[in-house]
């Protein structure tokens, strides 16, 4: 199995991607989850977080509290698409469990340092305590293997703004230092993941047959569903899961951290003529074959009981 630190906002789809990886044990082991503000603050994501390893009977699974704000941005605030509570309000009991004490920053750098070139960064939020452990702990580049990222929109419009996507808006500065850190990057941006469009039909099919934990997936879905109703972090861990399920292409990605009017904007570079001096740095996810990641997610929510 793929080992991961899965760093995280949860955040709906966030709940969904953590559910997938604990699903799915023969592919992937969650060595620890670690949290940072983003779509609800710090306080909620990282509750959430607990919420969601109760949910799924997972106390192995050690959580880390990371940065309660973005680098350089400011902290604006809308109207979560993740309802109140960042897990679209049904209910879901507070936690059973606490946090570790260590600062998730440092647990970064220490389990990558254990265990050189085996763990597999997954940021599945702003990139804040990924750019603080690289620039605190620069070693560490070369011991990651990968980053595998939800974030950005290479070739399409934002979600939070006409130029950027929600996690590279948040903090572009930290997006930024994570694209340019010599990291091989696999990005899940809204490219492809702007497909993986959940529909009704498949909700009911998976309520239908689910336990405790699928219908406590479904619920929050049903209540994130239409303000934004893709599935996105979740393809970050079927990736791992089963890779032909996805295409790319190499380029070379930045984010706009300045201008007013595109901060937080991914911009990729394909052509070599748009990237001189510098080879790719990513491969932009661009593709997806939506009935089998669907299928993979029915089954594996079920499987939860
Ligand atoms: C990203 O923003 C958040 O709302 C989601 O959890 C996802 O990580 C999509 O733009
Ligand atoms: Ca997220």
Known sequence: PRRIILDCDPGVDDALAILLAFATPEA???????????????????ANALRIRDLAGRSDIPIYAGCP????????????????????DIDLPAPASA?????????II???????GQI???PIGPMTN?????IKAPDIAKLIPEIVFMGGAAFRPGNSTPAAEFNFMIDPHAAQIMLTAGIPLTMFGLDVTAQALITKRWMDTVEAASGKVGRAAIAMLRAYGFGDPCLHDPC???????PSLFDGVDAWVEVETTAPLTRGQSVAAVAPRHRPGHEPNCRVI????SPRLFDLLREKLISLG
């Open 28 to 46: 992937v082991t969650v060595e620890a989850i670690t949290t940072v503000i983003g779509n609800v603050m710090l306080d909620k994501t990282t």
């Open 286 to 289: 661009t593709s997806l074959d």
């Open 236 to 242: 970050v861990i079927a990736h791992l899961i089963e």
């Open 130 to 134: 990924i750019a603080l452990a690289l």
């Open 110 to 116: 220490r389990i990558v340092r254990n265990n050189p």
């Open 120 to 122: 597999t960064l997954c």
């Open 99 to 107: 946090i570790e004490a260590e600062h998730a920053v440092d647990a």
């Open 69 to 88: 704000r973005p680098i350089m941005a400011p902290i604006e605030r809308k109207q979560s698409v993740h309802g109140g509570d960042g897990l679209g």
